[in-house]
Antibody, heavy 118, light 106 residues
Framework: EVQLVESGGGLVKPGGSLRLSCAAS????????MNWVRQAPGKGLEWVSS????????YYADSVKGRFTISRDNAKNSLYLQMNSLRADDTAVYYC???????????WGQGTLVTVFS | SYVLTQPPSVSVAPGQTARITCGGN????VHWYQQRPGQAPVLVIN???DRPSGIPERFSGSKSGNTATLTISRVETGDEADYYC???????????FGPGTKVTVL
C-alpha cells in the first residue's frame, strides 16, 4: 500500500523557519516526481513546489519562490520542504503528493498544519 | 498566470445528477479531485475523462472546447465535498487549480 506521511508542521512566528518532511512507503520513490500542495484554512488548493525524480528539475509557485526550498533524499524515501521567512499567509495544511504526468497528485498524504502567528 | 474558473457551489438532490464545469483558455488535460471535509484530496478523474481504479462509475468527465465537465450521476450523500479541477500550465511550468466547487446534497 502506498503511504505518504508528512511531519514537521507546527507553530512558528513570522520571519521564522520550518522544515517539513514527507516519508514515502509502498512505492519506488526514486522514480517519481513529487509535489507540495497547501491549503489555507477555508480556502482552496494551491500548488507550492515540484521536484523531479533525480532533483534535476525544480519549480516553485511565485508566492514562495526565494523563501522555500524543496529537496529529496531517495536513499531515505523522503521529500522535504524548507520554509524560511514565513509569513502569516503561509498558514496552511501542507500536503505531499505523488506526481503522475500532468497530474498534481495521484496519491496524497494526510497533510501537516503550519501556523504562522505572532 | 493561467486561470481556471469553476462555479462556487452546486446543489443537487440525492439520486439526481450534478455537473461541475471548469473553464480556461486553450485548456489542456484536466484532472479532477474530490476533497471531503477534513480529508486529503482524492483524484477522481484524470486526463479529462479517465477514471482511476476504485472510483465509482458514477463519476465521469468530459471536455468540449475550453470547458471541462465533471458529472456525478445518481448522487449520494457521501458525494458531498469540494471538487477541484487542475491543469498543467506548460508556459510557466506551474500546476494550476481551479477555485473549487462545493457540492451540497439536499
Amino acid at each position: 500500500e502506498v503511504q505518504l506521511v508528512e511531519s514537521g508542521g507546527g507553530l512558528v512566528k513570522p520571519g521564522g523557519s520550518l522544515r517539513l518532511s514527507c516519508a514515502a512507503s509502498g512505492l519506488t520513490f526514486s522514480t517519481y516526481s513529487m509535489n507540495w500542495v497547501r491549503q489555507a484554512p477555508g480556502k482552496g488548493l494551491e500548488w507550492v513546489s515540484s521536484i523531479s525524480s533525480t532533483s534535476s528539475s525544480i519549480y516553485y509557485a511565485d508566492s514562495v519562490k526565494g523563501r522555500f526550498t524543496i529537496s529529496r533524499d531517495n536513499a531515505k524515501n523522503s521529500l522535504y520542504l524548507q520554509m524560511n521567512s514565513l509569513r502569516a499567509d503561509d498558514t496552511a495544511v501542507y500536503y505531499c503528493a505523488r506526481v503522475s504526468s500532468t497530474i498534481v497528485g495521484d496519491m496524497w498524504g494526510q497533510g501537516t498544519l503550519v501556523t504562522v502567528f505572532s | 498566470s493561467y486561470v481556471l474558473t469553476q462555479p462556487p457551489s452546486v446543489s443537487v438532490a440525492p439520486g439526481q445528477t450534478a455537473r461541475i464545469t471548469c473553464g480556461g483558455n486553450n485548456i489542456g488535460s484536466v484532472h479532477w479531485y474530490q476533497q471531503r471535509p477534513g480529508q486529503a484530496p482524492v483524484l477522481v478523474i484524470n486526463n479529462d475523462s479517465d477514471r482511476p481504479s476504485g472510483i465509482p462509475e458514477r463519476f465521469s468527465g468530459s471536455k468540449s472546447g475550453n470547458t471541462a465537465t465533471l458529472t456525478i450521476s445518481r448522487v449520494e450523500t457521501g458525494d458531498e465535498a469540494d471538487y477541484y479541477c487542475q491543469v498543467w500550465d506548460s508556459r510557466s511550468d506551474h500546476y494550476v487549480f481551479g477555485p473549487g466547487t462545493k457540492v451540497t446534497v439536499l
